[in-house]
């Protein structure tokens, strides 16, 4: 995963290179009213999920599409890799959880301000990994049972707000609410409503 996330890093600083040549070279041409833009991001999540509530640090990468229909409103569509999970202690054991996703937020765009942009919608979400790891002095372990408890998709509320800065860049900060739950019941194992809740920070850049 660290080499995806160098590659979207490569990515971002050789479009900035490219549109700051381009734009030194001439201003670009509006053929319409209608605008469209996409490129790579990348981020930071730090989650969590509502059982436990105890936050931890991963990230996102992943690319995105833009139509711009007017000056006040348009329409963005993301295909992203998230890793999620959350930390959890208990009777002197810490727990580890993992979730990877593939997720489609497909999110309308209000441009509030010149640059910026309130955005929400929906964020559809396809497990590819789960893991539950243990550490209790002196063992270390993994629970294989988080694998048959966990679903298979999650359905989320994005709400966030985007700047873009006239050179390229965009800076995103969002918050995804997790609509449904990670995973079933188990005794005490998974007790309780268990849902995904992630603030994501981002980077992209725009062509």
Same mark, same amino acid.
């Not at 010149?114 to 979400?125: A, E, I, L, R």
């Not at 800065?165 to 918050?175: D, N, P, Q, T």
């Given at each position: 995963?660290?080499?995806?996330?160098?590659? @979207?890093?490569?990515?971002? #600083? =050789?479009?900035?290179? +490219?549109?700051?040549?381009?734009?030194?070279?001439?201003?670009?041409?509006?053929?319409?009213?209608?605008?469209?833009?996409?490129?790579?991001?990348?981020?930071?999540?730090?989650?969590?999920?509502?059982?436990?509530?105890?936050?931890? /640090?991963?990230?996102?990468?992943?690319?995105?599409?833009? @139509?711009?229909?007017?000056?006040?409103?348009?329409?963005?569509?993301?295909?992203?890799?998230?890793? !999620?999970?959350?930390?959890?202690?208990? %009777?002197? $054991? *810490?727990?580890?959880? *993992?979730?990877?996703?593939?997720?489609?937020?497909?999110?309308?765009?209000?441009?509030?301000?010149?640059?910026?942009?309130?955005?929400?919608?929906?964020?559809?979400?396809?497990?590819?990994?789960?893991? /539950?790891?243990?550490?209790?002095?002196?063992? *270390?372990?993994?629970?294989?049972? #988080?694998?048959? =408890?966990? *679903?298979?998709?999650?359905?989320?509320?994005?709400?966030?707000?985007?700047?873009?800065?006239?050179?390229?860049?965009?800076?995103?900060?969002?918050? +995804?609410?997790?609509? $449904? !739950? #990670?995973?079933?019941?188990?005794?005490?194992?998974?007790?309780?409503? %268990?849902?995904?809740?992630?603030?994501?920070?981002? =980077?992209?850049?725009?062509?």
């Amino acid at each position: 995963m660290k080499r995806v996330l160098l590659v @979207f890093m490569a990515m971002l #600083v =050789l479009g900035s290179l +490219n549109a700051q040549e381009a734009t030194q070279q001439k201003e670009p041409v509006k053929k319409s009213g209608l605008e469209f833009g996409f490129g790579p991001k990348v981020g930071f999540n730090w989650t969590s999920i509502s059982t436990y509530n105890k936050n931890k /640090c991963d990230f996102l990468a992943g690319m995105f599409a833009e @139509f711009k229909f007017n000056k006040y409103v348009g329409a963005q569509a993301e295909v992203l890799f998230s890793r !999620q999970g959350t930390r959890h202690k208990e %009777n002197g $054991t *810490k727990y580890y959880f *993992k979730f990877d996703y593939v997720s489609v937020p497909i999110l309308a765009k209000v441009y509030i301000f010149k640059g910026f942009s309130f955005d929400v919608g929906p964020q559809f979400s396809f497990l590819t990994n789960s893991k /539950c790891k243990f550490k209790t002095t002196p063992v *270390k372990g993994e629970y294989d049972i #988080v694998k048959d =408890l966990a *679903k298979n998709f999650d359905f989320s509320l994005d709400l966030g707000l985007s700047y873009d800065f006239k050179f390229g860049m965009v800076a995103s900060l969002r918050y +995804n609410i997790g609509m $449904t !739950q #990670v995973m079933d019941k188990y005794d005490r194992f998974v007790d309780g409503s %268990n849902y995904n809740r992630v603030f994501q920070f981002s =980077l992209g850049w725009k062509f």
